[in-house]
């Protein structure tokens, strides 16, 4: 274990923190639900933490935190409020939030409920619209199929994007067109593979199984909720923190009717794109992304790294 497991609201969550207390503060919400922390931690915890008090948690339930009891009562608020008592715990005034996939959407909730304890929020590749992700992430992992030759279940993707169907149906079909991928899977996300992530060295792949199926009932939890099925598209215009939004060339995530409203309605937004990368500029193009988390958090023209 790299970091610390401190109880937060009742559950033990793991957190991570680099650099100086003096330091602007900044949270990294990961994405999934229940993906964890380690590949924002591996590629950007030294290059962040020269210049920002860096925390990364994994979230309530996931990975190496705590996990949830069957029958134990867990929904997408209990996630939010972690955020703000993590900020009391530490005794930051107010921080600024990184939240990448489903982690934007997280920030975007925390900012619509605590503006107040809140700087500036980067999203990275997020997901404001489970919805228009899924349909989005289907069109893409047809065009995959298609390419490796999987021409009946491409077909059955384009129509399941067009199709009327629930919220949760659409997540799922999702789910089980990709992992007909198999080892192509990954090409939905990222397009940059010269950055790995190096998971070994850390934890036995014992313990990464462990970690993943607390993840797994994590995710089933917030599935049935519901919660994460709705539109957070109209919280944009409500939420006055400066906001950028951070976006690889080649993914597919954030849709263009996402963007297009994230441009209209953010009234503080900006928005970046990183040309050679796919769902995740911070290890696709690290070192680019480091510089335009700092240019952004705490008006760094250019960080050349060490």
């Known amino acids: 274990m790299i970091g610390e497991l401190i109880e937060i609201r009742g559950k033990k969550l793991y957190v991570e923190t680099f650099g100086e207390k003096k330091l602007p503060a900044v949270l990294y919400l990961h994405g999934g639900p ?11 915890a030294k290059r ?5 008090r860096l925390i990364i948690i994994d979230q309530r339930g996931v990975c190496r935190s705590e996990g949830i009891e069957e029958g134990e009562a867990f929904g997408l608020r209990d996630l939010v409020e972690d955020c703000e008592a993590l900020r009391d715990y530490f005794g930051i005034e107010r921080w600024s939030v990184i939240g ?8 975007l909730l925390y900012a619509s409920a605590y503006p107040g304890s809140i700087e500036k929020i980067i999203f990275e590749g997020p ?17 995959l199929l298609e390419k490796y030759g999987q021409r009946n279940l491409a077909e059955q993707g384009r129509e399941l994007a067009e199709a009327d169907v629930s919220i949760r149906e659409l997540t799922e079909g999702y789910m089980e067109l990709s992992d007909h991928l198999g080892e192509h899977r990954m090409e939905i996300y990222r397009h940059n593979h010269d950055n790995p992530t190096d998971y070994e060295s850390y934890h036995s792949e014992e313990e990464w199984d462990e970690f993943y199926d607390r993840s797994e009932f994590h995710f089933d939890l917030l599935r049935e909720e519901g919660e994460v099925f709705r539109s957070l598209l109209p919280l ?9 939004l951070a976006l690889g060339k080649f993914d597919a995530t954030t849709c263009e009717k996402q963007i297009k409203a994230f441009q209209h309605d953010a ?12 769902h995740t500029p911070h290890y696709e193009e690290p070192d680019a992304f480091k510089e335009e988390v700092l240019r952004f958090i705490i008006n760094e023209e250019r960080v050349f790294s060490s």
């Open 267 to 278: 009234p503080n937004g900006e928005v970046t794109i990183f040309e050679h990368s796919g």
């Open 127 to 143: 997901t404001f619209d489970f919805e228009l992700t899924s349909r989005s992430l289907i069109r893409k992992t047809s065009c």
């Open 48 to 52: 962040l933490g020269e210049h920002v």
């Open 34 to 44: 229940g993906e964890g922390s380690h590949d924002f931690y591996y590629h950007q």
């Open 236 to 244: 944009l215009s409500t939420v006055p923190n400066p906001m950028l």
């Open 100 to 107: 990448h996939s489903f982690g934007g959407f997280l920030a």
